[in-house]
């Protein structure tokens, strides 16, 4: 294949090259159905069409507000194949957000998925003058497609197919005028502070970073691929480009709460997740082992202890003695198959992005036969920067820099890069694109260091960085990643900013804990007295010091607060991709941290 320009070219090239009969996948009726590559190609050349019809020229802005569905990928190509400008929206934002985001874009087009979400845009709609028409996915209640401007995506659709009908190069002069250097997305990124900035990516932005991954991450149209995290953050939006680039197939989760159950039933090879989703799975794990009999724990301890030392010796690229490599085949065949099957039984790797992974959980997973393959990035770099992959992998890293990226670390320890993935700049931000491009090199904000192999890792956010009283730095993600092992844990938000010691508010993993207050025999009217009862604080207090036994003095957890309820999105204490917004939290629960730093601190 001769090397594509614009993501469309990519897309077009992809599928004739391809051909894949299950281009994409999605569950409908209790099972999966398959959309093939010629498919695909045809709702895409018909979507862009029915755009156009709408009015839509190059350079117009159009939103997309969905989950992750097939139709939010032939849009997506539909919408660039136009000329038009991507606006992904998270499906998850309240109507005051959305209507930021259209104004700031200027967006004249808007494709929902449901009705949930049509009723957002509506209550917002006479906010955004520059809203001519309105697309709705799912059947809704009946629309005309003309004065209101409402449309089901079936009318887009048809309009489509007759001007496909009636101008059957139409489609082909549309992705012709279609340049390297044009904007293909505008992406606001959630952030943990302030007003969401509009990330300006080209289509030479991804393209490149999709050849660059593409060159470390290999796969085929053998592969298949469960997309379930937003394809409206740029992160599952490569990595769907990357595999579709390959000719891999894509089956859509349901919802980020099926991907269990998705997971068993699509079997994929590869899945881009973030680290919650391995947590989630260590802490069943955990839990399983725990209500197993006497002998199945000893045989599965047992199992773990030489899935380790195994481990050890592959990961220094040094062959394990063969009594060890007799009693990990024993273990593999007794145990690991059965935690593999979990996952569908096939997987090659995950990809893990959007926050840090604790080493020791990828290490558990490596030692049990599942790969997580770490990486890391940003919206503004297309995202990735750095990534591990199956030929070469440093656990506790993120991996050496991905083809066509470069990375310096500055004086004070900042992650700085630059290449062809850096974006145009933020829209309408023209300062704040000048203070994150200094000297030519996009500032991470993240601080780091390159090992003597080459391999990146990434400490912690520079602006996160807790400076206690006494003039220590403390990189809070480092203690909340190793605290979020623990099967008693659900969220940890650790602070001390300018305190004298480090504290933590912590959200307990309610079924766990109910379970040990059982065993302890205690007696409590609700979960929230179990919660704030004096008992529980000095339990997890003691498992907290537990895990973090091996930190320095300055970085152990004095005191806690227990939480009845874990932080949300809807509550605004977590951004889309889960990450804690810091400053957020720390407002909601002022009185709380200042009454942990009382010396008459008594839990509450």
């Known amino acids: 294949m001769s090397t594509p320009e ?30 093939s590559a010629a498919e695909f190609e045809e709702l895409v050349r018909r979507t862009a069409l029915g755009l156009r019809t709408l009015g839509i020229q190059k350079g117009d ?49 808007i494709l929902v998925s449901n009705q949930t979400h049509l009723e957002k845009v509506l209550a917002i709609r006479d906010k955004v003058p520059s809203l001519k028409a309105v697309v709705v996915f799912d059947p809704v209640a009946e629309n005309s497609g003309s004065d209101d401007g409402m449309w089901s995506l079936s009318q887009v659709l048809s309009l489509g197919q ?6 059957p190069d139409g489609y082909q002069r549309l992705v012709g005028d279609i340049e390297a250097s044009d904007l293909a997305s505008i992406i606001y990124t ?17 393209v490149s970073n999709v050849l660059a991954c593409a060159e470390v991450l290999k796969a085929g149209p053998q592969d298949v691929v469960l997309s379930f995290l937003p394809l409206s953050h740029i992160f599952e939006r490569t990595a769907d480009y990357l595999m579709m680039y390959q000719g891999a197939s894509i089956a859509y989760a349901e919802s980020p709460d099926t991907v269990p159950e998705n997971l068993l039933e699509v079997r994929p090879t590869i ?72 996952v569908g039984g096939r997987l090659r790797f995950f990809i893990s992005g959007g926050a840090p992974l604790d080493k020791e959980l990828a290490e ?17 770099t297309s995202p990735v920067i750095a990534v591990n992959h199956p030929g070469r992998f440093k656990l506790g890293t993120v991996g050496p820099p991905v083809p066509t990226v470069e990375v310096m670390i500055a004086a004070d320890g900042e992650i700085l890069t630059r290449g062809p993935s850096v974006m145009i700049g933020y829209h309408r931000m ?23 192999d080459g391999f990146l890792r990434v400490t912690d956010r520079k602006k996160d960085l807790i400076v206690t009283a006494s003039g220590k730095n403390v990189a809070p993600q480092k203690i909340e990643g190793l605290l979020k092992t623990c099967p008693y844990l659900l969220n940890v938000l650790a602070i001390g900013d300018k305190r004298p010691f480090i504290s933590a508010l912590v959200v307990p993993n309610r079924d766990r804990l109910i379970g040990w207050a059982r065993e302890r025999k205690l007696t409590y009217a609700s979960y929230s007295e179990l919660v704030t009862c004096p008992e529980t604080n000095e339990f997890l207090l003691g498992e907290i010091c537990r895990m973090l036994s091996d930190l320095a003095p300055y970085e152990q957890v004095k005191r806690i607060q227990v939480l009845e309820s874990d932080f949300s999105i ?35």
């Open 430 to 452: 023209e300062e704040e694109t000048r203070s994150v491009m200094e000297g030519g090199w996009f500032h991470t904000g993240d601080i780091g260091m390159i090992d003597e």
């Open 271 to 342: 899945v881009a997740s973030v680290p919650r989703l391995f947590e989630k799975m260590y802490g069943r794990i955990q839990e399983a082992i725990r209500s197993s009999s006497p002998l199945k724990q000893r045989l599965t301890r047992w199992a773990i202890r030489t899935g380790r030392k195994h481990a050890e010796y592959l990961l220094k690229h040094e062959l394990p003695p063969a009594g060890l490599r007799l009693r990990h085949h024993v273990a593999e065949r007794l145990v690991f198959s059965k935690l593999q099957q979990k």
């Open 6 to 35: 614009t993501l469309v070219e990519m897309f077009c090239q992809a599928v004739r090259e391809h051909a894949n009969p299950s281009a994409l996948m999605y569950k409908r009726g209790g099972s999966y159905r398959s959309i």
């Open 61 to 109: 802005r159009v939103a997309l507000l969905s989950e992750n569905r097939p139709e939010w990928a032939y849009c997506d190509l539909g919408i660039l194949s136009a000329g038009g400008v991507n606006v992904p929206l998270y499906s998850t934002l309240p109507p005051a957000q959305i209507a930021y985001c259209l104004n700031d874009a200027e967006v004249k087009v």
């Open 162 to 167: 007759k001007v496909q009908g009636s101008e």
């Open 570 to 604: 809807e509550a605004g204490e977590l951004t889309p991709t889960m990450k804690l917004r810091r400053k957020a939290i720390q407002t909601k629960y002022q009185s709380v941290i200042d009454r942990l730093y009382r010396k008459e601190f008594q839990p509450v």
């Open 190 to 206: 959630s952030g943990t502070t302030g007003v969401p900035k509009g990330v300006m990516l080209s289509h030479r932005n991804v």
């Open 364 to 380: 558990f997973f490596f030692s049990v036969g599942v790969l997580i393959l770490e990486g890391y990035g940003l919206t503004e």
